[in-house]
């Protein structure tokens, strides 16, 4: 056992030490190494083969200028990005981050969860992430469109329906996945469809992709309920966020009965004890592109306050965080079991810290681990690149129905894994082995790779 773990612990030095700044990825590079430990003792084969060394660097990363002009006419320079993570089991896949705090950091460690989480859906994608430091808050749409053609101008030799698929992510949405692909297709000339996701109905995009996510983070809390008798109705939920992933996962909260009395976004939330009307929020979010303060002037038992972070006071049975990274930290992790949570499943990327983990784990809360829980969305993007590659759209309730399968089958291969490797409630660790398992296989087939 000391062998294994030293020799993790020896992987993560070098990390530190390649990338001292990228605080970040060296998180996540720690919590999945240390996780598959019990794994690594299996299988000496996979230290032999530097197995980790190897996932840790990325196959390819590429980092460009984006130019462009605002409304004003002035000259605006942003930094774009692509990590080319790892491709042992299928075309880079990932999404497209647009926001202020974007650097090298946050893409890696973005792009080295897609590479587990997408081995988990059991679809073949492999692992990707990209994204600008451009901030389209406040930008009009004529300034994005031109963000995303300057963007897409170089992105465009990087990437392909079997070389690598981008999508959303925080900042990206529908409005942007349009204008990115038809700057793809105006300089490749040929509709490969196949080269983003998220697209919209009319043009192959998905159905049932713009709710996955958020449906998907629902089916999976659903499963490790169920398993241990607890029933979602009536159940208080505590949503951070009010984006695409928050946006859905209140939809499907409400539709398994629970009550969700929450909502933010970066400035503040919302607590409305009737539970949130989503039809404002998305008139809100979605149409006027407004803040979420403004749903407390039209709903008067509604209560506004500043600072997000708080919105983890708010007492409740389950919490889900599908905002951004780190937002749940020890101190809050503290409060919400203080206030008696029972479960907490991560909707966002990497939504809690390590220590905050290991809290709601020392109190034997039922914890869904977002590589496992958020699947849903990429994992339809999988069935839309499929539907892509056989010119046809699938229904909703058939594309509804796989997803539901897909986060049923996750959930049980990491409880398996869990109960094979580690505590059984441990679905961290359970993820993460079923997960680091499927690549590093994959890439010892390959050979040196
Ligand atoms: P959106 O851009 O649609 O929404 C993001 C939400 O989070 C907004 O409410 C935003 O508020 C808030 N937010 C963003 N950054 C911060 C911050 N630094 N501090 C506080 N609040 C913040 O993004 P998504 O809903 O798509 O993504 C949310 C999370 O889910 C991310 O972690 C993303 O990586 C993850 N995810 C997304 C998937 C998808 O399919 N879209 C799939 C799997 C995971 P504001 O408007 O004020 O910025
Ligand atoms: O974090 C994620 O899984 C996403 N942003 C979705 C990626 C995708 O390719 O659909």
Redesign the pocket.
Known sequence: MADMKQYVQDVLDLVKKRDPDQEEFQNTVKEVLTTVVPLLEKNPQYKEAKILERMIEAERIITFRVPWQDDKGEIQINRGYRVQMNSAIGPYKG?LRF?P?VNLSILKF?AFEQVFKNALTGLPIGGGKGGSDFDP?GKSDNEVMHFCQSFMTELVRHIGPNVDVPA????V?GREIGYLFGQYKRIRDSYDAGVLTGKGVDYWGSLARTEA?GYGLLYFVKNMLDAKGIDLKGKTVVVS??????TYAIEKAQTFGAKVVTCS???GYVYDPDGIDLDAVKEIKQVRRGRIKEYAATHPKAEYHEG?KDVWTVKCDIALP????S?IDLESAKALVANGVQAVGE???MPSTLDAIAYFQQNKILFAPAKAA?AG??ATSALEMAQNSERLQWTFEEVDGKLNGIMKNIYESAKKNAEAYADPDDLVAGANITAFKKVADVMMVHGLV
């Open positions: 999404g926001h705090s973005l808050k959303g992510d925080i900042g949405g996510t966020g009010s984006g695409n992933v928050a976004d970066s400035n997000c599908c905002a951004t990274q937002e909707g966002a990327n958020n969305g990429v």
